[in-house]
């Protein structure tokens, strides 16, 4: 599966953005994925938040020309609720999110927050109002303390700590030897998949952003661990204008509104309840998800 954001491969150039301080997620990525066509407009404003009401009106966009990706997307999320997206590989999810991110510029149609386009504002005051939860986290060979910090320049060891009980893996950390100080990577301690996420959702905390874009891993955690961190997923998105990148169709069913893309267009949208009612593309997916989990189950009880 596509990922939102391609592995780091350049990290020596990301190692220098970190060096220099630039200590925002938004900002490391922009070095390795944002084409140099999104440029700040002349004398743009930075973007003024006031409850992060985010919509997409007629959205077109293609990577190359001539190949459409997105196709009159219209989407609207009101402030401090969740849309999560879902549909098959390759549907154009991970590109929604990206284009909220303004990774590109798209092809025609808007995308506002609180009314603003996001294209006549300022590419760092649109990033910094914007958290991002990853697929795969990145860690730096240095401190847990310092990966979570990595979210905010200047945060104070409290709010650290803070953060990683929103995350729930200040146990964790409170049980290693070093405690914040312990180094992670290559040649320190080695963080499981869900782990890793944490880190991910305490950066997130202590940048407190309004707007959140979750993009769920595919790769399989354990039911305890998914459940875990589900918990924590709904910690963080009260209260912040939530977009969803949904694999697994049990971790949304509470979302406020499910978009259904296939082939970069809306073919159903409404609650869950709604989509299974209508019978469509959700409820086949849901169907044949459901077959599988307790294909899983079954085959997890006779190896037991
Ligand atoms: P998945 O569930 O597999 O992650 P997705 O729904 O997130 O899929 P996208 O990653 O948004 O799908 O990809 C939508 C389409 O755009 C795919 O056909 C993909 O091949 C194409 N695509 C994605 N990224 C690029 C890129 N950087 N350049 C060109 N085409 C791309």
Redesign the pocket.
């Known amino acids: 599966?596509?990922?939102l954001f391609r592995p780091l491969d350049l990290l020596g150039m990301v190692y220098r953005t970190v060096r220099q301080g630039v200590i925002d997620m938004g900002a490391m990525f922009d070095l390795i994925d944002t084409p140099s066509e999104v440029v700040d407009a002349p004398g743009a404003p930075p973007l003024a938040v006031a409850r992060g009401h985010v919509r997409f009106e007629a959205v077109e966009f293609g990577?190359?020309a001539g190949q459409p990706?997105l196709k009159g997307i219209d989407l609207d999320v009101p402030p401090g609720t969740t849309l999560a997206v879902v549909?098959p590989?390759?549907?154009?999810?991970?590109?929604?999110a990206r284009l909220l991110y303004r990774f590109y510029d798209i092809g025609s149609g808007r995308i506002t927050i609180d009314g603003q386009d996001i294209r006549a504002v300022t590419q760092d005051s649109l990033r910094a109002a914007i958290g991002i939860v990853p697929q795969d986290t990145v860690l730096f060979n240095d401190t847990i303390g310092y990966n979570i910090a990595y979210g905010r320049e200047g945060a104070s060891e409290a709010d650290i700590a803070a953060a990683a009980r929103g995350a729930a893996i200040s146990g964790f950390i409170e049980r290693q030897p070093e405690g914040y100080a312990t180094r992670v990577g290559e040649r320190g301690l080695k963080l499981s998949g869900g782990e890793k996420q944490r880190v991910a959702i305490a950066r997130t905390l202590l940048k407190n952003p309004p707007i959140l874009i979750l993009d769920e891993a595919t790769s399989a955690l354990d039911s305890r661990t998914e459940a875990e961190i589900m918990e924590t997923l709904e910690a963080i998105e009260r209260g912040r204008t939530t977009v969803v990148?949904a694999?697994r169709l049990s971790t949304i069913v509470h979302a406020d509104q499910i978009v259904v893309?296939e082939a970069g267009r809306v073919v159903e949208r409404g609650s869950h309840a709604e989509l299974l009612a209508h019978g469509g593309l959700y409820a086949e997916m849901w169907a044949r998800q459901a077959a599988e989990s307790s294909e899983e189950a079954a085959q997890e009880s006779a190896a037991a």
Do not use: E, M, P, W
Request: proline share 0%; no cysteine; charged share 10%.
């Open positions: 599966l596509a990922q990577y190359d990706i549909g590989s390759g549907a154009g999810k991970s590109t929604l990148i694999h893309l």
